[in-house]
């Protein structure tokens, strides 16, 4: 809390004398004022800086702004509960892999954007978003359904102090150049070298408690191998609901996918499979592990001091990948990342949107950037943010080797069926073709 007090402090100086242009430039009239918003954020350090800090949108508009951050399982329950309900707040914050599931609470915002009264197209600057964003996250059905607000996207770390010092002794032993893996099968290598012959260190963190982060843990493995959990009727990624969907989580593709993905654990940590994001995020950061498999918005803990032993000695690389059978690299990192949109109930949508559009603007985005989750080229391409975090060259090529998970309705369902599944591998509750085939027979019964 010390260090968010610390950079309140530092974005209210900013914001102090820029204020009146950013409103006019951003067009944030005040003639909602004394309208009333309620906002619903996942509980990330990206949605606490934003909370903390909404004080200079309530200046400019005189619009009342009440935020609450609620952890990933709460939120997901809480807010589509109250959606269903009809009731819910003015800003919901949708996952985007749930566009699917929330499409009927959520107001398509192009009629805002299109709107000269509301939208500065130029300041508002859509063409900044990373494309891969603007079509996984903020676009479903050929609508504008939200605009970003945490960009996520699966990664690799690696501790670049380690690799320099290790370099000759993985040469002798392996005949490699000790380097940022290109491939899963260098990846378990270079796991396995840490794992035998550096004490204090393993070689890799793994996510392994049954939940939704052991899900996306998985799939960068399952994806590239050349599986996946379900498929369309021509064996095409299924992105959006669609007829003659089909299961195919027990293929050989993903036997053999899951099989690999079970190995690593033997070069992890021991009680991997109860970790989930904050354990296997303080054991890289603590100097326990020489690689580590993350999303994007962990880099920020790794360079805290306050958080972090591995201060300037980590780097990020893009998720390793499988040779298909051209014999080119398959690398499919898992996308992430949250919407601010808003609610189909609300009385107040559009000074929903005001805040919408301006939490997620070009200025915020650098505003926010020690949060992580960004989602526009100028805070990728900023030179001051580049040099403090070092993981954003990474973080940007990712996103051309990025895939999503299905965005429907049933994702709930098909991901507790699998990650069951993976779970039920990892302890060796079943056998990966066990456990995969009675995923099979569930995943048949839903679609």
């Given at each position: ?6 950079l ?61 951050t ?35 609470y ?20 859509l ?19 939200g ?11 690696y ?32 796991a ?115 958080q ?109 069926v699998a ?29």
């Open positions: 809390m010390k260090k968010l007090t610390i309140s402090i530092a974005f209210l100086i900013v914001f102090s004398g820029a204020l009146m242009a950013v409103s006019q430039e951003l067009m944030l009239p005040d003639t909602y004022s004394g309208e009333r918003i309620t906002v619903y954020l996942v509980a990330e350090n990206r949605s606490s800086l934003l909370k903390e800090n909404h004080e200079a949108f309530e200046d400019a508009t005189g619009i009342d702004v009440q935020i609450t609620l952890p990933y399982p709460n939120l997901q329950e809480k807010q589509f509960l109250e959606l269903s309900q009809g009731g819910g707040p003015d800003v919901i914050h949708v996952d985007q892999v749930w566009l699917g599931q929330y499409e009927p959520l107001v398509p915002i192009d009629q805002y954007v299109n709107d000269p009264n509301l939208t500065n197209k130029e300041a508002l600057d063409d900044d978003i990373v494309p891969t964003i603007r079509e996984l996250q903020n676009t479903y059905g050929d609508k504008l359904m605009f970003p607000f945490i960009g996520a996207i699966r990664m690799i770390y501790r670049k102090d380690l690799f320099d010092e290790y370099a000759d002794e993985y040469f002798e032993e392996t005949g490699m150049e000790l380097q940022p893996p290109a491939t899963w099968q260098e990846y378990r290598r270079i396995k070298f840490f794992e035998e012959n550096v004490d204090g260190v393993h070689g890799t963190t793994l996510m392994g408690r049954r939940g939704v982060q052991l899900f996306c843990e998985v799939m960068p493995v399952l994806w590239s191998f050349g599986g996946a959990v379900i498929e369309g009727p021509n064996g095409e990624p299924v992105l959006e609901q669609m007829d003659n969907v089909k299961p195919v989580i027990n293929s050989p593709e993903a036997i053999e996918a899951l099989k690999y993905f079970k190995s690593l654990t033997q070069y992890a940590s021991p009680g991997v499979t109860d970790w989930d994001w904050d354990e296997a995020a303080t054991a890289f950061a603590q100097g326990n592990a020489a690689l580590a498999m993350q999303w994007n918005n962990a880099a920020p803990v790794f360079a805290d001091p306050e972090s032993e591995i201060v300037g000695k980590w780097e990020g690389a893009v998720v390793p990948g499988h040779p298909n059978k051209m014999g080119e690299l398959n690398r499919s990192a898992t996308f992430g990342g949250w919407n601010m949109g808003i609610n189909t109930n609300s009385d107040n949508k559009e000074a929903a949107y005001l805040f919408i559009k301006w939490a997620s603007s070009k200025m915020m985005e650098k505003e926010l950037a020690a949060g992580g989750g960004n989602a526009r080229y100028s805070t990728f391409m900023d030179p001051e943010l580049n040099e403090k975090f070092r993981h954003y060259d990474a973080t940007f090529a990712s996103y051309k080797h990025t895939r999503s998970r299905p965005r429907i309705p049933e994702l709930s369902e098909l991901a507790d990650q069951t599944a993976f779970s039920q591998i990892l302890t060796g509750q079943k056998t990966v073709e066990k456990a995969l085939n009675d995923a099979q027979a569930q995943l048949e019964k839903i679609f």
